[in-house]
């Protein structure tokens, strides 16, 4: 099954499209977690990793780990990746590895390679990768090709979620602001699949940030899942939310992390930790479902 | 002594502002580094490195490994990149890490904690950091933030050098391409260092396969070094090149990978390799100088 055949069984079997994201940053981290993992980031990192996959993976059915935050402690560090990547797998929940890369060409087959690739070293427990594309199309190539080849999916930034977004994605060029040029280019790799029931494999991320934008964007991209970050901690809006999904509440994924990952509250214990991660995701279900 | 004057004087020492392009693909390594290395990354990724950097560190102020060739193979990849790392370190000339990330703040944040800053796994190894820039300011700041903490420095994506950057990056908006906007952007950063002699350490990506546009950003980008890549295998032009320099014949380093690295013609062993990349390297240096 491809991707978006995955993630489309998935968010059914699940009843939400709540994605969960992993941004495992030390100085968010309830003290009890700290205080159980010690000093050593590869503990840190697998043991918030463990902790949230056992709250959220049994509700959700897409989780997304930010790379960044264990890139950041290096070699130990991603080797923490691996090991969260391939307990997620374990678990079932499907994976979109949030890395945002683009560069030349051929540079950009070295990283489909790595993230996309069934012989790559992360590509067996990936199922989905995010990528820039604003260096242009041929940045965006290999990356399609190796996604489509190996039943993975991409979604490619079209309107990013954070408050500077709009300083060059806004810029209005012939009529239309820049992000909608990049729509036009995701929705001419989405194409690519017409002949193919249902959505293509080939998304897009659209900030929850936005205003009345998000369903001109519906309307251009029909092909495409949107990843739709920024609701929660970021200040995203529900009701632009509603905007990224279709007619049949489907089309989007909706994406919170440090809402969910990082609760208030004390905790007492990782078992507390954990139930109270697993209310939040239940609480942001329920706004989703409104 | 910041990123810039290092830069400045490692030009003047060396008397080119060539700058190599560390892109490790084994599909174009010659053959007698191939069955010297076995079929282990590790080894093959290091070897190349060693026999470029024994050629090049000589010769050259600056080097730049792409690390997307090095993530390609997960964590022997990286492991490999820090040993290559350190190998450059050794030799005195300066790294440019060519990685290009670019996230919301707080992500970015931990990309540049990894990278940039000096208690970070990689930011010992590295004098600078290339950074995609369209998510916005914000997306840029921690990097700018991290870079001038630390005597670093950034090379933002201003205008790319492969077929495809025009797609985006050349629309017009507020009658003035979107590079140009990037190119402000890039500038109120540069201008943080407005009371410093010489040259900022927030300099740009400026491709060599642009036309008589390198002369605009040229002057839009006063302050700011330019990092030209495109020369040699992607055919930037040597007049593209000319037009980044300032009348001194300073603020620019010019970047070319496979035209050096991958020499044509047979080697019968790595001395003769490494021969053929001196040779290839010299060759360049007297190509710019012209």
Redesign the interface.
């Known amino acids: 099954m491809r991707f978006a055949e995955r993630l489309h069984e998935g968010i059914i079997s699940q009843g939400t499209a709540l994605c969960v994201g992993i941004?495992p940053?030390r100085e968010r981290m309830a003290p009890v977690l700290l205080s159980a993992a010690g000093d050593d980031p590869y503990t840190m990192l697998t043991l918030f990793g463990r902790t949230v996959l056992d709250a959220v993976a049994p509700l959700v059915p897409i989780v997304k780990p930010?790379i960044?935050?264990f890139?950041?402690?290096?070699?130990e560090?991603?080797?923490a990746l691996?090991t969260i990547l391939q307990y997620a797998r374990d678990k079932g929940v499907l994976i979109v590895l949030d890395a945002?890369?683009?560069?030349?060409?051929?540079?950009?087959s070295?990283?489909a390679?790595?993230y996309l690739a069934d012989d790559?070293?992360?590509g067996p427990l990936v199922d989905c990768l995010t990528v820039?594309?604003?260096?242009?199309?041929?940045?965006v190539e290999p990356f399609a090709d190796a996604a489509l080849k190996s039943g993975k999916g991409l979604f490619l930034?079209v309107r990013?979620?954070?408050?500077?977004?709009?300083?060059?994605?806004n810029?209005?060029?012939?009529g239309k602001p820049?992000y909608a040029?990049?729509a036009s280019?995701v929705d001419s790799f989405a194409q690519r699949q017409s002949g193919l029931a249902g959505y293509s494999d080939i998304g897009a991320v659209v900030g929850a940030t936005l205003g009345s934008e998000a369903r001109e964007l519906r309307a251009l991209l029909p092909r495409s899942i949107f990843l739709v970050p920024g609701v929660g901690a970021?200040g995203g809006s529900l009701d632009v939310v509603r905007d990224c999904f279709d007619t049949n509440g489907m089309g989007a994924i909706v994406s919170s992390s440090r809402a969910i990952t990082y609760p208030a509250g004390e905790h007492a214990t990782l078992d507390d930790l954990s139930e109270a991660i697993r209310q939040a995701a239940l609480n942001t279900i329920k706004d989703i479902a409104r």
Do not use: C, F, W
């Not at 890139?71 to 070699?75: A, N, P």
């Not at 820039?132 to 940045?139: C, I, K, W």
């Open positions: 941004d940053a930010q960044a935050y890139e950041r402690y290096g070699l560090g991603l080797r691996e945002k890369r683009g560069d030349i060409g051929e540079t950009s070295a990283y390679k790595a790559g070293p992360y820039n594309p604003y260096m242009g199309p041929d940045a930034l990013t979620s954070n408050p500077g977004a709009a300083h060059l994605q810029l209005i060029a012939d820049v040029h990049v280019l970021q």
